[in-house]
């Protein structure tokens, strides 16, 4: 993302397929014209033009009596009018067009699973001539019956295999153990526990950056609304989060810090080494907060963070090179990360649920969420 433009986290542009469309598609692939080129002319991604060529090839003969299969617009229009109309009468979602174009807009566009695209429908108070269950709306999206939405559009179902890694030895914990944590965290009785993490750029890894300082977004989860607040550092060293962390206690002041940050549990990493940084007050005597560390090679204990950060990927995937991201592009997806209805939650979004925490305390207002 340059100059406050998204890059990675920019949103496709959402756009139906009309028949006049679909000639244009015809003519510039019959004219050899590349995917993105045609995607630029016709007004949408280029991944809903990839998906039409795919799926809508017909066998025609040449007049050397060669069968190769092409892209007709005629037939691409009649069977997505066929997928809809001729699917029986268990497929309730062809009698509302509208409920199917806002479903797919807001699982493409806004990157929503369907339990949390159905979830918005009720939250918003919309009413549609139909209802539909979210096993229904997986059903759909597999057949094939929306315009462009396939199941490679949503967020991964299930864990993926993980590949094994060698066992480095393990660091000494900086700080206190997650063993001598308040059993009431790990239970989500309390508001101010939270989970801090780095996600690492991409630039990386690439061996003309061997050496360099590479950004890193810093990732703090509060275990009981799930709230999540993010930072981008200039790098991944420890005295980056305690500045970070720092700046932090100077905006909102020592009190409050204490009562919205009381814990804070992270993983053994470099990032985290310097406990008493992370620990002790900018402002003053006293510490603002309690660090904990968790055991070695156990990411399942900082749970809540783990599940964020598969969120923050669905805008920039691993590969991503932080430095082309903007700060304000950083602001956007914790807002859409915030305002993410969460089943855990009764399907409320975080930020509702956090910002409720803090009129608790009369902090209304002090860290403003999203």
């Known amino acids: 993302m340059k100059g406050g433009k998204t890059g990675s986290m920019k949103p496709r542009r959402f756009c139906h397929l009309t028949m006049h469309k679909r000639l244009k598609i015809e003519q510039m692939n019959r004219e050899k014209y590349t995917i993105q080129e045609i995607a630029k002319a016709v007004g949408v991604h280029y991944t809903t033009v990839w998906r039409e060529l795919k799926r809508r090839q017909v066998v025609q003969r040449t007049t050397e009596l060669i069968d190769q299969e092409v892209y007709c617009a005629d037939v691409a229009e009649r069977k997505y009018r066929e997928n809809l109309a001729a699917k029986g009468p268990e497929l309730k979602i062809a009698n509302d067009r509208e409920l199917a174009d806002y479903l797919e807009n807001l699982m493409l566009k806004d990157r929503y699973s369907p339990a949390a695209a159905l979830a918005k429908i009720k939250e918003e108070g919309r009413v549609f001539s139909v209802e539909i269950s979210e096993w229904t709306l997986y059903s759909y999206i597999t057949k094939g019956v929306f315009r462009t939405l396939t199941n490679k559009d949503l967020p991964m179902r299930g864990e993926k295999k993980r590949k094994h890694r060698k066992v480095q030895p393990a660091r000494v914990p900086a700080g206190d153990s997650i063993e001598e944590r308040d059993p009431a965290v790990e239970m989500r009785e309390c508001f101010g526990d939270w989970e801090m993490d ?173």
């Open 198 to 370: 780095t996600v690492e750029s991409g630039k990386k890894k690439k061996k003309k950056n061997q050496g360099k300082e590479t950004k890193r977004l810093l990732v703090m989860t509060e275990r009981k609304t799930r709230t999540e607040l993010l930072w981008m550092m200039p790098n991944g060293k420890t005295e980056s989060v305690v500045r970070t962390l720092d700046a932090l206690e100077r905006k909102i002041g020592t009190t409050a810090f204490r009562q919205i940050f009381r814990s804070i549990t992270v993983d053994n990493g470099s990032e985290f080494a310097n406990c008493k940084g992370l620990q002790r007050s900018c402002l003053g005597k006293g510490d603002r907060t309690h660090v904990y560390y968790c055991h070695p090679y156990s990411s399942w204990e900082r749970g809540s963070n783990e599940n964020c950060n598969r969120m923050v990927r669905r805008w920039w995937p691993k590969g991503t090179d932080f430095s082309t991201i903007s700060v304000k592009a950083v602001r956007t997806v914790q807002k859409w990360i915030n305002e993410y209805p969460r089943e855990v939650l009764g399907w409320k979004c975080a930020a509702a649920v956090f910002n409720e925490h803090l009129a608790g305390l009369g902090l209304e207002g002090v860290l403003a969420c999203p």
